[in-house]
């Protein structure tokens, strides 16, 4: 399906620069869109738009600074443009500052993905993809958790917004036939990752001698993945929607790790001993995580193939280099 012109969101944050960094390199041309939330730096997000052109090109690539909340300029731009196909990635990430901000947790993430459905309605897109998260499961007791589990009772307002995100999907699904994907991603880490994220903050901490607070006593666990891994199953998701109609993915690892002995990798990755302060566990993080990822192998031939190791030491080599 390579070839089209495709519209990226959230393309200055992690995931969507990775991912257009992809989409160009196999010959599509990418309208990206970012308002540069203030959830984290301006200033690295702009740094991840350099990458991105610089490794590709400026020529397939068209960045526009844009809410997505305002529903006018994003219709005029969907109607100049006319992607064949929208990957919506632009959100509020982050579960423990949603808990202070739930209004603007629904305005970036609900409010903005019914605007970017209707805008696709009204100007001829044929296909979405959008990412959900691996925090609609909650404390799902069942593990590996499967896209047919019960998610019913999310635990953060990030959350509530990636499963209400979840349902608006379906239900324009239902009216328009558009067909949509529904991404529900792992925690993934790997180069340009956020800064908010365990991995980037502990590298840091560890290089610099300062503690680690670690929340629990160590056990609980979380199946990251790998962010080629997560690019290459967003691209086949985008690719075979159309014959699914509406589907929900899990893209994980399918190994999850103890959050003691992810500290201790990156002790070792760093070269450096981790400084640890032990604090409770934070209201809105769930104890594990774990994909079952049988769905996205059969239907999407999506196989994760960077272990915690390789990823980490490919994150510590770009990081460092920016310290
Ligand atoms: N990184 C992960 O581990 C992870 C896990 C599960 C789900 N996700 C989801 O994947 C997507 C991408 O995550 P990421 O880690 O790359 O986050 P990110 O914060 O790096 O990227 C999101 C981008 O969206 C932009 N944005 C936010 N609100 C916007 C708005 N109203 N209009 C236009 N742009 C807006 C931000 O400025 C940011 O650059 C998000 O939807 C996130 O919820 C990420």
Redo the contacts with the bound molecule.
């Keep these: 399906m390579a070839g089209s012109v495709v519209l990226v969101?959230?393309v200055?944050?992690?995931?969507?620069s990775h991912l257009a960094e992809s989409l160009i390199r196999r010959g599509d041309r990418i309208v990206g869109?970012?308002?540069?939330?203030s959830?984290?730096s301006r200033d690295i997000?702009e740094r991840n738009l350099v990458d991105l052109k610089s490794a590709t090109g400026a020529d397939a690539f068209e960045f526009v600074e844009?809410?997505?909340?305002d529903a006018g300029a994003l219709a005029e731009l969907v109607a100049r443009t006319k992607p064949e196909g929208v990957v919506h990635?632009?959100?509020?990430?982050g579960v423990r500052p949603s808990i202070a901000d739930p209004t603007g947790y629904a305005m970036?993430n609900v409010v903005?993905t019914a605007n970017v459905q209707q805008s696709a309605l009204e100007h001829g897109v044929k296909r979405l993809v959008m990412?959900s998260?691996?925090s609609v499961y909650g404390n799902n007791e069942r593990v590996p958790f499967t896209e047919d589990d019960i998610v019913d009772r999310p635990i953060s307002p990030y959350a509530a917004t990636?499963k209400s995100c979840e349902l608006i999907a379906h239900t324009h699904w239902h009216l328009t036939n558009m067909p949509t994907a529904m991404l529900r991603?792992f925690?993934?880490f790997g180069p340009r990752q956020?800064p908010d994220?365990a991995i980037s903050k502990f590298m840091r901490l560890v290089n610099s001698g300062e503690p680690i607070t670690m929340f629990g006593d160590g056990s609980t666990s979380r199946d990251y993945t790998y962010i080629d891994d997560i690019v290459a199953g967003v691209v086949a998701a985008y690719d075979r929607i159309d014959e699914h109609g509406y589907r929900i993915w899990n893209l994980g690892g399918d190994h999850p790790i103890r959050l003691d002995e992810l500290i201790a990798k990156i002790g070792e990755v760093v070269g450096k001993e981790p400084v640890i302060v032990r604090e409770g566990m934070q209201p809105g993080d769930v104890d594990r995580t774990w994909a079952d990822i049988t769905r996205s192998e059969e239907e999407l031939g999506y196989s994760p193939e960077v272990s915690i190791e390789e990823g980490l030491g490919r994150q510590w080599a770009w990081l460092r280099d920016r310290l």
Excluded: E, M, Q
């Design positions: 969101t959230g200055a944050g992690f995931i969507g869109v970012d308002n540069f939330d959830f984290y997000k844009l809410d997505l909340c990635l632009a959100a509020k990430a970036a903005a990412a998260s691996s990636k991603f925690t993934v956020r994220l």
